[in-house]
């Protein structure tokens, strides 16, 4: 059993830059890959940023692939993101997720799921 729990998030204005957190709490957590993913008001779950155990394997959307960065610190069971030159269109509830083994986009490969972190950015 894997926890995760998202911290960062805020209201901001266009251009700024905010970095999520995502700590996990549990067993294994270097096991898991992660993921990043937003769900805008009205709008179903969207794919963000995911990254391999080790890291060696990064994938994004193709909207954010040069403002947003995702990282991890296995020995803090964090996972990040960085987000910079944050657009209205960002505005979200985003959410990370833990996957056994697959560093994906596909969100039926998640095993476990944060509550999620408000990011609001004002034109």
């Known amino acids: 059993q894997v926890t995760l729990v998202e911290s960062g998030g805020g209201l901001v204005q266009a251009g700024d830059s905010l970095r999520l957190s995502c700590t996990a709490s549990?067993?294994?957590?270097?096991?898991?890959?992660m993921g990043w993913f937003r769900q805008a008001p009205g709008k179903v779950r969207d794919f963000v940023a995911a990254?391999?155990?080790?890291?060696?394997?990064?994938i994004y959307k193709d909207s954010v692939k040069a403002r947003f960065t995702i990282s991890r610190d296995n020995s803090r069971n964090t996972v990040y993101l960085q987000m910079n030159n944050l657009k209205p269109e960002d505005t979200a509830i985003y959410f990370c997720?833990?996957?056994?083994?697959?560093?994906?986009?596909?969100?039926?490969?998640?095993?476990?799921w944060g509550q999620g972190t408000q990011v609001t950015v004002s034109s």
């Open positions: 997720a833990a996957s056994w083994q697959f560093t994906t986009q596909d969100s039926q490969k998640y095993d476990y």
């Open positions: 549990g067993r294994d957590f270097d096991g898991y890959a």
């Open positions: 990254i391999s155990l080790s890291g060696d394997k990064i």
